[in-house]
């Protein structure tokens, strides 16, 4: 028997199924279009093998209260068709095994934490940035969630000085999802970041705004370890800049580690979401 895991994105969805080491068997890549056509492709894959359990990490907003009417719903999500969908319900009704369910994010974090560049430590902070921003937080080993999930790439910042630029959010002119994500990026500049050249003044933007967020990650939580993942974060000149606004922003005010170490890119490159969803279902099966 196998545990199942479920990276949910808005792009796409990967699902995988490992041994008891969470070595990967075998994986799928299904594009994210609607639910039924979207879940039925994960049916068709699930359906091969003999499950334990199944962990999921979906984008969102979702309900991860388990009091809730909702739990396991994917809610007020801006992808078309996918509002109020219920997706742990689903899982269940097709499988009768246990489900764990977290956000995306959540789950990068918790397989960084076990698998990855924070396994040596107690704490960390994932944090995508690629269509949208969102981050994790785990400690002692647990992820960290309360009436809901954390929601970080909304959090509200400072513009720069020398930025015009209006934001991309819907519902924050002046977020991080809607100054420093990938259609922010393309927005303020009518082409992908991609096609940017490295020494774009929008760099200068994106990494101060990703800085000035995790000055404030810093100051709320004092996570070990902050680990930057997502598409955006694949150009690579924009680690540098970020750790040197941080150190920047943060002015030495309080002592964290090493920026080199402290500030990182995955250890398990594009798999942190797989992965934590594998484990998660491990977790969910004991």
Not at 55 to 80: A, E
């Amino acid at each position: 028997m196998y545990y199942g895991g479920i990276e949910a994105g808005g792009t796409k969805f990967v699902c995988a199924i490992s041994n008891d080491k969470f070595e990967i068997i075998e994986r799928v890549s299904i594009p994210t279009t609607t639910p039924n056509e979207t879940i039925s492709q994960v049916f068709n894959f699930f359906d091969q093998y003999q499950l334990k359990s199944i962990g999921i990490g979906s984008f969102g907003p979702i309900d991860v209260n388990k009091d809730s009417k909702t739990y396991g719903f994917i809610t007020s999500t801006p992808k078309q068709g996918w509002q109020n969908y219920n997706f742990v319900g689903d899982i269940k009704k097709r499988y009768n095994v246990p489900v764990a369910w977290t956000t995306d994010v959540n789950a990068a974090a918790y397989g960084e934490s076990k698998k990855g560049n924070a396994k040596s430590q107690k704490s960390c902070i994932y944090l995508t940035v690629g269509t949208g921003v969102g981050g994790g937080f785990v400690t002692n080993g647990d992820i960290i969630d309360g009436y809901g999930h954390p929601e970080m790439g909304h959090i509200i910042l400072k513009i720069h000085d020398q930025d015009d630029f209006k934001g991309n959010c819907p519902y924050h002119s002046n977020c991080l999802e809607g100054l420093a994500a990938g259609p922010a990026i393309e927005k303020r500049n009518n082409k992908k970041g991609q096609d940017l050249g490295k020494d774009d003044k929008t760099w200068e933007f994106v990494s101060y705004y990703i800085a000035q967020a995790l000055v404030n990650y810093t100051l709320t939580v004092r996570p070990e370890i902050i680990i930057l993942g997502g598409g955006v974060m694949k150009q690579e000149h924009l680690l540098p800049l970020i750790r040197e606004q941080f150190k920047a922003l943060m002015n030495d005010y309080v002592e964290t580690p090493d920026l080199e170490s402290y500030i990182v890119s995955p250890g398990l490159g594009d798999n942190a979401g797989i992965t934590g969803s594998l484990i998660l279902a491990a977790d969910k099966a004991e």
